[in-house]
């Protein structure tokens, strides 16, 4: 039997601190680009299933109660006791958290208190680029200002996180960068996100600078040249949400010393195919160059299934190598460990 150690989820988000309906509490469940079919429930994805299948124990229910029930129990215990609940139950020992999201989610300290875990602080890179357009009069004010700010908050940061898709692969040149500022505070509102890919690559390189890991969310193009670009330079790239490309994610994890991929992210979306996505993953990199990561957001739900999800992934496909004499006991227990969190504890010096 496999015993997987507690965990370090390296990529997640906060949760709601109100009360949820039904619609509501579906909409955090499954987001999807439009509604259930008629008659039908978006509990009736795999994600849903999870929910029901991990969490109605620790709220007192078993396994595969009716949503219903589920949220009426929910609400009984309280936003707080049912949050408490689950995320202690979740065997996270320290979440890395991405604050840069525009629902009013919990801050790390907040998190870590209810989970009575550990938490520390991803810095999004375009929501600080945001807040310091919001601040500043001139191009060249902004500009200043920006690279200030980056630098001040990797003094606190355990990571920055950029989730616009990198397709600038080298620096750009100081012309570039003040025109393309010029443009965007020109025909910005407050509170408008940064998409321009010119100052989203003059960020990464800022970013870079601080020695900081950079984590990349993976978009339809993978980054190949910034990563090819970025060898050598002493700065960590991990590859975030990258399914259905995973193993292409995990390829160049392989391919190249500075860059890392993540398992568990998909996990909320895949359910009881977890432990496919899994061996896949483990398939193609080296094992010390995947961490895992819920992804999790809005619902402590998402943090003790995505958990769940991956700990029984790795019980089947490592605990099924060991079943089959490919792998000895001591080997698996070594590598559920750098999976589960000696491989985040490397790379972000925790």
């Known amino acids: 039997m496999i015993e997987t150690p507690s965990l370090v989820d390296q990529y997640c988000h906060g949760v709601l601190r109100t009360e949820l309906g039904l619609g509501t509490f579906e909409a955090q469940l499954a987001r999807t680009d439009g509604p259930p079919a008629s008659g039908t429930t978006l509990f009736d994805t795999q994600t849903g299933f999870a929910v029901r299948r991990w969490c109605p124990p620790l709220l007192d229910l078993e396994p595969h109660c009716p949503p219903a029930r589920y949220l009426a129990r929910r609400r009984e215990l309280g936003v707080l006791e049912a949050g408490r609940r689950l995320l202690r139950g979740s065997g996270v020992a320290t979440f890395l958290v991405d604050t840069g999201v525009p629902d009013d989610l919990t801050q790390p300290g907040e998190l870590a208190a209810a989970a009575d875990a550990g938490a520390r602080e991803i810095v999004r890179l375009e929501l600080l680029a945001q807040q310091v357009a919001d601040t500043s009069g001139t191009v060249e004010g902004f500009l200043s200002n920006l690279a200030e700010s980056v630098h001040a908050a990797a003094a606190n940061a355990i990571a920055f996180a950029a989730a616009g898709n990198v397709v600038v692969a080298d620096p750009p040149d100081a012309g570039e960068v003040r025109g393309a500022a010029g443009r965007w505070l020109a025909g910005r509102r407050v509170g408008d996100g940064l998409r321009d890919p010119v100052l989203l690559a003059h960020l990464l390189w800022i970013a870079l600078a601080?020695?900081?890991?950079?984590?990349?969310?993976?978009?339809?193009?993978?980054?190949?040249d910034f990563i090819r670009t970025t060898t050598g330079l002493g700065t960590d790239l991990v590859l975030l949400h990258a399914y259905p490309r995973h193993r292409e994610a995990a390829r160049l994890a392989a391919a190249h010393p500075h860059v890392y991929a993540d398992c568990g992210t998909a996990f909320l979306h895949a359910g009881a195919r977890a432990a496919a996505l899994l061996a896949e993953t483990l398939e193609v990199a080296p094992f010390g160059k995947i961490l895992y990561a819920s992804g999790a957001r809005g619902l402590p739900e998402l943090?003790?299934?995505?958990?769940?999800l991956f700990q029984e992934a790795v019980t089947r496909v490592l605990g099924g190598w060991v079943a089959e004499g490919a792998w000895s006991l001591g080997d698996a227990q070594r590598v559920a460990g750098m999976l589960a969190s000696g491989n985040a504890r490397r790379v972000y010096g925790i």
């Open 210 to 224: 601080s020695g900081r890991p950079l984590q990349l969310r993976v978009g339809p193009v993978l980054p190949v």
């Open 303 to 308: 943090h003790l299934v995505a958990a769940r």
